[in-house]
């Protein structure tokens, strides 16, 4: 019998892959770092970053509400209000409102009420960004209707909210532009250099006048609430706040009644007047034409137009034309006569023969009457304001002397007046020719700056300062508007010059109007005044037409008031154009002091 035969039942082994030595190695590695990389994160973010999450988290939380300070206020001597600040209501909206929902429905509800497109709301918030922290501004100046509106659908509206705001606002408007200036919100590159002085996207800052000198004391501190607020950014308590600082008020030198009078006297003409005590250098009014409307920067959303005319007009009209340069005419002769009798070469009895015209190194230079005025003296040569008189005193003494004299008078350099934008006027030598035309000073040069033409240029202000020298016995004063902490800045410099020198020039000033080209001037409404004219040769494209110049100070034996008036392209002469202005603005300040009195100034200025 055959053996029963199994089958080779051989067992195939499985291998294992999973599980051996080096495998359960590398996952128990892997798994550890991955758990040591989240421990680390973990710890990084609760130790190292759990202060600034902890702070953002309380960003969320906590908001903080701004309240602008209330801006100083600016007075005349006689305490009028110049600048203040009124409330208007204004829509402010909560930074993250147009990206939610309900911003479908409650933008286009927002620019129906307040006559805003939609798109410029939205452009707004953009502009200040998601994360900041207070409430945007979207209109000022609501009116009741507006105010109405909102109330009435607050409910659909309950990210937009209504406050009072501080505005700058000025009663008297464009009749003190110059000086006051203005304030608007800060441009890009202001607030690159001022946030370090803690100013902030859409805060205001003085532009100009006194509103940019003395912002630091106008300006006050910045307040606010810490509230904290739900999900939505609404607040639901105030949980601190401090109140804002209002800035100090300022009280300035200026009249506001002797200011308007200034500003009716320029009557239409592009020009300026500067009214001066010249025994301090106290402004009392400073008037440039043409003027502007500085509320107009305070508005929410300006007029594109009249905002144009402003900024980039062909008048421009914000250059201040009292601190800017123009040639002074024959105002300038007060230089040249001081310059001759203290130079040594004249005396006090000089006469010279006056001529229809001189020509000197083959140039021709006429007599402006194209007459002569026979042999005369300094005082008839002011008084009727000769050419050909100084040009003979120009050739004798030399354009060095003169260049001298008018550098002693202040001229060729800023008078510190406060107030930003002062041209410094030019005082031209042989060395700025040689610079600027590569070529040589001549006796025709010294001519010129004789009578105050040429290349010389000066300003209403400068002139100012010149007559003050007489007015005040020989003192050059600086001009200001303020004085801080009520100090009294009679700042002045003696200009070194002979009695007689002195006594020849003030008795020409008063000849000036009792015989000379100043006549309307003599008046019994006014008290004895001492002045001078200018004509100054100018053109306007290829039309000639000459700038005015009237200086004057009264009373003349006692002066208390200096005023010039300049009028630009004017046309017609000093004595016609702008002496008008002067005896206008004398009589209002005359009246001022002496109010309701029926005898002629002229008399009761003798008695006093």
Known sequence: ?????????????????????????????????????????????????????????????????????????????????????????????????????????????????????????????????????????????LNLEQITALKEYENELQDVEIHAEAVRYYP???????????????????????????????????????????EKILRGEWGGQQVEVDHRGRPIRVLGEKQAKSGRNIKLTLNLDIQRSADKALNGYNGAVVVMNPNNGAILALVSHPTFEPNIFSEQRPS??????????????????????????????????????????????????????????GTNFREWNRMGFGAIGFSKAIAMSSDTFFYQIAQIIGGQTLIDWAQKFGFGKPTG???????????????????????????????????????????????????????????????HLIDINNKVTNHYQEIKMK????????????????EGTGKGLNRPTVPPIAGKSGTAEAWKGKVKQNHAWFGAYAPADKPEIVVVAFAEHAGGSGSNVAGPMILQIMEEYFRQKLPGKDKSLLEISDNS
Do not use: C
């Open 172 to 214: 008297h408007g464009k009749y003190i532009a110059h000086v006051i200036g203005y304030t608007r919100e800060l441009t890009a590159e202001q607030l690159a250099k001022k946030k370090k002085d803690g100013y902030r996207l859409g805060d205001v800052i003085g532009q100009q006048g006194i509103e940019k000198t003395y």
């Open 304 to 361: 594109p137009k009249a905002l144009q005319n402003i900024l980039s007009g062909k008048s421009h009209p914000l250059v201040n034309r009292a601190l800017s340069s123009f040639p002074p005419a024959s105002t300038f002769k007060i230089v040249t006569t001081v310059a001759a009798l203290e130079s040594g070469k004249f005396s006090p009895k000089t006469i010279l023969q006056t001529y229809p015209s001189l020509t000197i190194d």
């Open 499 to 514: 009695r007689t020198t002195l006594k020849i020039l003030q008795d020409s000033l008063r000849m000036v109007i009792t």
């Open 1 to 141: 019998m055959a053996l029963l035969e199994f089958p080779n039942l051989s067992v195939n082994k499985i291998t294992r892959t999973v599980g051996k030595k080096p495998q359960a190695v590398f996952f128990l590695i892997f798994t550890l770092l991955i758990m040591g990389i989240i421990a680390s994160r973990l710890a990084f973010l609760q130790l190292v970053e759990g202060s600034n999450y902890r702070k953002r988290a309380e960003a969320n939380r906590v908001r903080t509400i701004l309240k602008q300070p209330e801006r100083g206020n600016i007075f005349d001597r006689n305490g009028k209000l110049l600048a203040t600040t009124r409330y208007p209501h204004s829509a402010y909206v909560w930074p993250m409102a147009h990206t939610r929902p309900t911003w479908s429905k409650v933008g286009p509800l927002l620019s129906q009420i307040l006559k805003i497109p939609q798109k410029e709301i939205e452009e707004v918030l953009q502009e200040k960004g998601y994360n900041v922290e207070t409430l945007v501004r979207i209109a000022r100046n």
């Open 417 to 479: 007046i406060d107030l930003s934008g002062e041209s410094k006027g030019l005082v031209p030598d042989k060395y700025w020719k040689r610079r600027k035309w590569k070529m040589s000073w001549t006796v025709g040069d010294s001519i010129n700056i004789s009578i105050g033409q040429g290349a010389l240029l000066t300003t209403p202000l400068q002139v100012a300062v010149m007559f003050s020298v007489p007015a005040n016995g020989g003192n050059i004063v600086q001009p």
